[in-house]
């Protein structure tokens, strides 16, 4: 017979080799997860030392990342930076609704994607504290359940000169979604 002689096994019964074999896979699988969690500490605490504690409130102008690749262009020389964009509302602690212009689609972003914005013309379209009282009387474009909501100041964006109500209805439902047209009254101006 060529080759090393077979080791002679000891004949277990069948309990005995589950048992074992449940044994060493318990020790296997303690090892395993003692090894995962050293590394996601390690993983947590490189990600801790380079993340941002940066908060930001609404209001605030911040740059958003968004690389995109221009056909014809060096990467190098393009920039990988959007904005200014204003921040319009902390969804939580690492997600935030932001918004390029008052007609813009607000987009739902991730902290790390943003910087604070250090220009020297931040947008100033969005109006953070809460507008003063209204009556009925002072504005008749507003109604007193519209109050309580921040509102964007369009009134500064729309020239009001020369629309007339249907096209000031138009304008507003078109850039305005969330005002309701039920709130504002029918008896408008009109040039």
Known sequence: ???????????????EFVEDLR??????????REK????????KQRLDTTSTETAFK?????WLYAPKRTKGKSPKLQSNWEGPYTIIKKINDLVYRIQLSPRSKP?????????????????DWFVVEDPPPRTEDSDPLINE???NTYLISFFDIIDFDGLGETDLCMCLRKSYKRFQLSGIRRNLPTA
């Open 1 to 15: 017979m060529l080759g090393r002689p077979l080791e002679e096994t000891e004949e277990r019964s069948l309990p």
């Open 23 to 32: 044994k060493r896979m318990d020790r296997i699988h303690r090892f395993a």
């Open 58 to 62: 609404p209001g605030d102008a911040v």
């Open 145 to 147: 359940n519209l109050n």
């Open 36 to 43: 995962l969690k050293i590394h996601s500490d390690k993983m």
């Open 107 to 123: 987009k739902v972003v991730h902290l790390e994607r943003l910087a604070k914005y250090t220009g020297h013309n931040p947008p």
